[in-house]
């Protein structure tokens, strides 16, 4: 009876993997239809393909040109690995796969040779590092704020804090910024902003890089009377430096009223966070008028919120 009753479960579990692998090419190919015409239109090469919120298999799948970066948020088995990356190169130019640990779990992942690539988002140009880091120095969510952002900046002086790679300020520059300042505290990101900019053939001079504290740059700037007509503030939802804890939900006051300081009469503060319970206040705030932007979803994240974003101006 033993015996049987392991048959039994071994056939049911092959059951269910077939099961799975066929959900698993259903779910990759109405996915590349829904978002087709977008791509295509827009002439883009990185996007999300597989919402972790699709529920299908714990993972979330980005396409950079014809490499995939799988973003891994539980225990999965290696035979659905291979299983998934054999259903991406049955649908698509994918060559190379590039493995991350989201899970709180220790899980062996697949080893990727280091790659990073040129990549291309709406005439602006990105290194991107496939296989150093968590994240890959583009967040694909906001492909569309920083269109909109870009959409705004000709002519006006720009400040992006929490800068990271200098996505906003690369958008910003190009579209014609009188001036850009970056601000990031860690050296890594202040390089990879200024190999950014080279890459774009924009000039040191017009686009300066702050290694700084945003609240010791909006002090800075207080002090210097220096004004921006854009200030985008886009920080971690937790973060540690130097034994001090950051808590966006704890500190948005005071980084917003910062902001406001040196923010010029008719400009605009873009606020965005990725923290899922986050609950902006206007208690303890300088005078100001905040309103929810709820349009900047790209369609390849539809059905999930991976960012909220705020648009501040002076009261």
């Not at 980005?62 to 649908?91: G, W």
């Not at 520059?173 to 924009?202: F, P, Q």
């Not at 503030?233 to 406001?260: M, R, Y």
Request: with cysteine; proline share 5%.
């Amino acid at each position: 009876m033993i015996l049987r009753a392991t048959e039994s479960n071994a056939r049911i579990n092959k059951r269910r993997g077939i099961n799975l692998i066929k959900e698993i090419a259903g779910l990759i190919n109405h996915n590349l239809q829904e978002i087709k015409p977008y791509l295509a239109t827009n002439k883009i090469s990185a996007y999300r393909l597989i919402n972790n919120a699709q529920k299908v298999i714990p993972v979330t799948v980005d396409i950079y040109q014809d490499n995939a970066v799988i973003h891994i948020f539980s225990q999965i088995s290696p035979e659905i690995l291979n299983e998934l990356e054999q259903a991406l190169k049955t649908n698509l130019p994918v060559n190379s796969f590039f493995y991350k640990n989201n899970s709180k779990e220790r899980i062996i992942i697949p080893q990727s040779p280091p790659k990073k690539i040129i990549q291309e988002e709406y005439g602006n140009k990105f290194s991107v590092n496939l296989s150093d880091y968590l994240d890959t120095g583009l967040f694909l969510d906001h492909r569309e704020t920083r269109k909109w952002i870009a959409g705004k900046s000709r002519n006006k002086t720009v400040l992006n804090t929490f800068a990271y790679s200098g996505s906003f300020t690369i958008y910003a520059a190009n579209a014609g910024a009188i001036k850009t300042c970056s601000v990031d505290i860690s050296r890594v990101y202040c390089d990879w902003i200024k190999e950014n900019l080279a890459l774009n053939s924009l000039p040191p001079g017009k686009n300066w890089v702050y290694k700084m504290d945003t609240l010791e740059f909006f002090r800075y700037a207080k002090k210097k009377n220096i004004r921006f007509d854009i200030i985008i503030i886009d920080p971690p939802t937790f973060s540690k430096n130097k034994g001090k804890s950051f808590s966006v939900q704890k500190e948005h006051p005071g980084l917003i009223n910062g902001a406001l300081e040196v923010l010029s009469p008719s400009g605009l503060i873009l606020f965005s966070t990725n923290y899922q319970g986050f609950r902006i206040t206007q208690k303890n705030l300088l005078p100001c008028v905040i309103k929810e932007k709820s349009d900047t979803i790209p369609p390849d994240f539809s059905g999930t919120q991976p960012h909220r974003c705020f648009i501040i101006t002076k009261r």
